[in-house]
């Protein structure tokens, strides 16, 4: 279901690290979510560039809040933003991972570092 969303790697990424971390804990709270219970408003491009392994990328900050009666068992929060990086594959913009703060700051610091 995921698979047209992502890049090839990202869906490696989702299959491979992300779902055997979570998925065990979610069915064991029995965690079930509704679309309804969540918003994400795109707030738009943090920081982008072009690799040349894997072409044009962007990262983008995402504000979520999520129904406080569908929090999953791992979240301490009901408000939060998710920096998403997005690739672009066979022309679409596509998830590739998500980003840490750290790891944001630290592309933003190395792209201003290469402008001098």
């Known amino acids: 279901m995921l698979g047209p969303l992502c890049t090839n790697d990202g869906y490696v990424?989702?299959?491979?690290?992300?779902?055997?971390v979570l998925w065990p804990k979610l069915?064991?709270?029995?965690?079930?979510?509704?679309?309804?219970?969540?918003m994400a408003q795109d707030t738009g491009?943090?920081?982008g560039g072009f690799s040349p392994i894997?072409?044009?990328?962007?990262?983008?900050?995402?504000q979520v809040?999520?129904?406080?009666?569908?929090?999953?068992?791992?979240m301490t929060s009901s408000a939060f933003t998710a920096n998403i990086m997005l690739g672009q594959q066979e022309g679409e913009?596509?998830?590739?991972?998500?980003a840490s703060s750290d790891q944001v700051n630290r592309l933003i610091q190395s792209k201003g570092d290469q402008s001098r």
């Not at 990424?13 to 055997?20: A, G, N």
């Open 65 to 74: 809040t999520v129904d406080e009666s569908a929090l999953w068992p791992t």
């Open 93 to 98: 913009w596509r998830f590739v991972s998500f």
């Open 27 to 38: 069915a064991e709270a029995r965690t079930v979510m509704q679309a309804a219970q969540v």
């Open 13 to 20: 990424i989702v299959e491979r690290s992300i779902t055997p």
């Open 45 to 47: 491009i943090v920081v």
């Open 54 to 62: 894997g072409g044009p990328w962007q990262i983008r900050a995402a």
